[in-house]
């Protein structure tokens, strides 16, 4: 704690600066818990999360080689940075999110004697994830879990997977769900009114997402009394619009890029969509239950904590664009059945997943941490006396 107040010092650290799950987690964490704590955010790289922050009241702290993608050099030098911050600020504790930011920041919290958190939103090594590095994820979370006091996942798919794969011992892992503010009825959405019917995603253009299925399914629709946005930016947006002309969506499909205004947005479509290859806990679909739409998505990580099949939306297979397909189908062609679903998921959305019961459980868990290492100080000082 610092000199001035009685309220703890927590260090938030992550890598990029752009407005994704993580980086909203992390925002309502840091404003939303400003009563209790002084919040400091340790960022790679400027963008709307730091602004935001700023315009709140939280300090805020650049680390130019804080970045996501491993580099040898950039990573010795970004640890270097968090080292020194940490020295400066001198925080309670360091809770730490997304996996390289984990795995620098927990490092970085080990050598100054600092205890840590981190926060899986989504496993690095998770069902889904290819490739051979797969396995080194897993070893580098497992080694990193040995300087951590809590690991928070947004699911209970994901503390599962972890408790599987030996990454921290159970007692360690805790299960806490993102979630968001209430909002007005301004935000609501009417799904069972209006022709032609909008379909929306919001997510990012990267590999986690599976754009090209929706697409594919999107070419397989019948009728024309449909249109979709999607929302986002990313490595793969490009390939995306290449793939929708040759499809022969140009007409149908909507790029709209990154947007501020998603909520204004959601209140504009029917039927929100999120086709991935793998997720945590996904962020957007809380939004869509918020707005009141049915919600369909693939099933993967967490998803199916959120989405009730047949009741708030359906839950598709991973890679099926027909079964995809046709459950959008039955959902254009069945206004009564959107507004049903829609209503159902409002209400689970409420009575689950609003922002007071993730910040009340966060809370708890920062206080166990810090009144057992203030009890541990305590008794080392006896010790040295």
């Known amino acids: 704690m610092t000199k001035n107040s009685k309220r703890p010092v927590i260090l938030y650290v992550i890598t990029q600066g752009v407005l994704g799950g993580a980086q909203n987690h992390v925002f309502h964490l840091a404003t939303g818990l400003q009563g209790k704590i002084e919040a400091h955010v340790a960022i790679g790289k400027q963008g709307p999360l730091g602004e935001k922050l700023i315009e709140k009241g939280v300090n805020v702290s650049y680390l130019p080689s804080l970045i996501r993608a491993v580099s040898p050099l950039k990573d010795v030098q970004g640890l270097r940075e968090l080292i020194n911050l940490i020295k400066k600020i001198k925080p309670d504790l360091i809770t730490t999110h997304s996996s390289k930011a984990g795995i620098t920041g927990r490092l970085a919290a080990r050598l100054t004697g600092v205890p840590a958190t981190f926060t899986a939103h989504g496993w690095a090594f998770t069902e889904g994830v290819a490739g051979p590095k797969k396995n080194l994820y897993v070893w580098a979370e497992q080694i990193a879990a040995r300087w951590t006091e809590k690991i928070i996942c947004v699911s209970e798919y994901d503390r599962q997977l972890a408790i599987r794969l030996r990454v921290g011992h159970p007692s360690r892992l805790i299960t806490i769900h993102n979630g968001i503010p209430l909002t007005n009825a301004k935000y609501f959405a009417q799904p069972g009114n209006n022709k032609p019917v909008r379909l929306i995603m919001v997510a ?182």
């Open 204 to 385: 990012r253009f990267s590999p986690p997402k599976d754009y090209k299925l929706l697409l594919e399914a999107l070419s397989r629709l019948k009728g024309n009394a449909w249109e979709a946005l999607l929302i986002g930016d990313g490595p793969c947006l490009n390939q995306n619009k290449e793939y929708a002309q040759k499809l022969g969506l140009t007409e149908k499909v909507k790029f709209l890029g990154s947007r501020l205004d998603v909520a204004g947005l959601l209140v504009q479509a029917h039927i929100f969509v999120l086709a991935s290859n793998w997720e945590g806990f996904p962020i957007t679909i809380l939004e869509a239950m918020r707005a009141g739409l049915p919600v369909v998505a693939s099933q993967v990580g967490g998803v199916e904590e959120a989405v009730v099949d047949e009741q708030t939306g359906f839950l598709v297979p991973r890679g099926k664009a027909e079964v995809l397909k046709e459950r959008l189908q039955i959902l254009i062609d069945n206004p009564d059945l959107r507004a049903q679903m829609g209503q159902r998921g409002q209400e689970i959305f409420r009575n689950n997943f609003t922002l007071t019961p993730m910040l009340e459980k966060t809370w708890r868990v920062y206080q166990e941490i810090l009144s057992l290492h203030k009890v541990e100080k305590k008794n080392l000082g006896r010790k040295l006396c």
